[in-house]
T-cell receptor, first 116, second 111 residues
Framework: DTEVTQTPKHLVMGMTNKKSLKCEQH?????MYWYKQKAKKPPELMFV???????INESVPSRFSPECPNSSLLNLHLHALQPEDSALYLC???????????????FGPGTRLTVT | GQQLNQSPQSMFIQEGEDVSMNCTSS?????WLWYKQDPGEGPVLLIA?????ELTSNGRLTAQFGITRKDSFLNISASIPSDVGIYFC???????????FGKGTLLTVNP
């Protein structure tokens, strides 16, 4: 089973709202990722968690706050977003992450976020 | 930073035709991945390549890891309408674990 699930599928929020995106995998993977994807562009890495610790933050604005409650779950907390943050947010997982490791990443279906 | 040049940018073909797309880089990768993405969905992993020179098939799909480790191609044989979508190549490894994506190939198949 190579399934990564994400909820919700769609989210519309105002610029003053607080919301959260959720991601779950049951493949025993120890690395989890958040990506942002604009239309007709490749995914852009935002955060990487390895063994439940934040290992990479790609200079993402603080209005995006990731959380990894356990090795199977990954959240992305959203607050005071801007309309330009509207995009498809993708979660992914892999067996591990680190220098010298090369493991393929499996993506979830994404959350389509619209900021009004 | 690392960049991948993916070509062609788009393709319009008739059902039944074969398709070929490729990615090249100035950097070496340890792993090449090919993904397909349908509108509004996440990328789906099609093929993973781990060794230089490796040729791997998945049904009608065939992909190869270039000998120089700087390129890869994906072939689709006997295309069908459900092959429509955006195909991304991605390289992994080197000095970091971050995926480097190509810009994608938009495939349209006319029935």
């Amino acid at each position: 089973d190579t399934e990564v699930t994400q909820t919700p599928k769609h989210l519309v929020m105002g610029m003053t709202n607080k919301k959260s995106l959720k991601c779950e995998q049951h493949m025993g993977h120890r690395a989890m990722y958040w990506y942002k994807q604009k239309a007709k562009k490749p995914p852009e890495l935002m955060f990487v968690y390895s063994y439940e610790k934040l290992s990479i933050n790609e200079s993402v604005p603080s209005r995006f706050s990731p959380e990894c409650p356990n090795s199977s779950l990954l959240n992305l907390h959203l607050h005071a977003l801007q309309p330009e943050d509207s995009a498809l947010y993708l979660c992914a997982s892999s067996q591990d992450a680190g220098v010298g490791w090369t493991y393929e990443q499996y993506f979830g279906p994404g959350t389509r976020l619209t900021v009004t | 930073g690392q960049q991948l040049n993916q070509s062609p940018q788009s393709m319009f073909i008739q059902e039944g035709e074969d398709v070929s797309m490729n990615c090249t880089s100035s950097s070496i990768f340890n792993t090449w991945l090919w993904y397909k993405q349908d509108p509004g969905e996440g990328p789906v992993l099609l093929i993973a390549l781990y060794k230089a020179g490796e040729l791997t098939s998945n049904g009608r799909l065939t992909a190869q890891f270039g000998i120089t480790r700087k390129d890869s191609f994906l072939n689709i044989s006997a295309s069908i309408p459900s092959d429509v979508g955006i195909y991304f190549c991605a390289g992994l490894g080197g000095s970091n674990y971050k995926l480097t994506f190509g810009k994608g190939t938009l495939l349209t198949v006319n029935p």
